[in-house]
């Protein structure tokens, strides 16, 4: 019996995407077609329809397109971890939610007829140092976290610590940058090729995050970022917070994808 497939506004239509959402990720390499009729028009088949699922459930989740490639790629096994990893960051924003409910209260509780906006600011502030020692405490022991807090003051400018206090470095952004150095050893561990395709995600992938922490690529930020970054790699082993703990191996590793992907991009225009 042969298998039914589908051409791309039938498939979009049974499936309730959008025939772009489908093209565009046929160019991610999230889920391309099974097969092409003889003019080149794309025909997908039941088992496309399935890795949709698997695709949009993920997306849902709230796990970046690359990240949802990656865990299709590599199985249960990491499904199940990342799965856990996510419910952590929910959780996290469940608890954000809930202060902003709380600063809402302590608002509508100030007995005065005009608001006070720095009162109001003083209280959000509050409620925020309280969440964020919550998260970071589950990440980093005291030490470390006084250890990055040095390096910071003596990486940045004071004009860039203000810039990065008004940004907030969230339990979200520190879990992408986690799930960034569990890549670079799992792919180092693997003997991979600065130059795949999987490595080159990875590099492009910081580069993401950089771009996010930098602000658009902010000057200061950027010397800041550079001079924490070697700062970090000039302390003993045994001071360095392991979470964020290179071998020389790896960090030449993601330094040469990182190079790559640069030198790729410029031959590009």
């Not at 309730?16 to 046929?26: E, I």
């Not at 990491?78 to 929910?90: G, H, I, N, P």
């Amino acid at each position: 019996m042969a298998h039914q497939l589908y051409l791309t506004h039938e498939f979009a239509k049974k499936s309730s995407v959008s025939v772009r959402t489908l093209q565009f990720y046929d160019k991610k390499g999230l889920l391309s077609p099974s097969a092409h009729t003889r003019s080149g028009y794309r025909l997908y088949s039941e088992d496309d329809l399935v890795r949709l699922q698997q695709i949009l459930a993920l997306k849902y989740l709230g796990f970046s397109l690359m990240e949802i490639k990656n865990l299709i790629r590599q199985g249960a096994n990491e499904l199940s971890f990342a799965l856990t990893v996510q419910k952590e960051m929910l959780l996290g924003k469940r608890q954000q939610i809930d202060a902003i409910i709380t600063a809402i209260e302590k608002i509508e509780n100030v007995e005065t007829k005009s608001l006070d906006y720095k009162a109001i600011v003083k209280i959000i502030e509050a409620i925020q140092v309280d969440l964020k020692s919550q998260w970071i405490s589950r990440y980093l022991s005291s030490e470390e976290s006084r250890t990055l807090e040095e390096i910071a003051e003596k990486s940045f400018s004071d004009e860039a610590l203000r810039k990065l206090a008004q940004q907030e470095y969230t339990e979200e952004m520190h879990q992408q940058y986690c799930h960034f150095y569990d890549e670079v050893r799992r792919l180092v561990a693997q003997d991979t090729d600065p130059a795949s395709q999987e490595a080159q995600e990875l590099a492009q992938y910081l580069t993401d995050l950089n771009r996010q922490r930098s602000q658009g690529w902010n000057q200061e930020l950027l010397t800041g970022m550079k001079k924490s970054w070697e700062t970090f790699n000039l302390l003993p082993e045994g001071q360095k917070p392991q979470v964020f703990a290179l071998t020389v191996k790896e960090t030449e590793f993601i330094r040469r994808a990182c190079s790559i992907l640069y030198e790729q991009k410029s031959l590009d225009g």
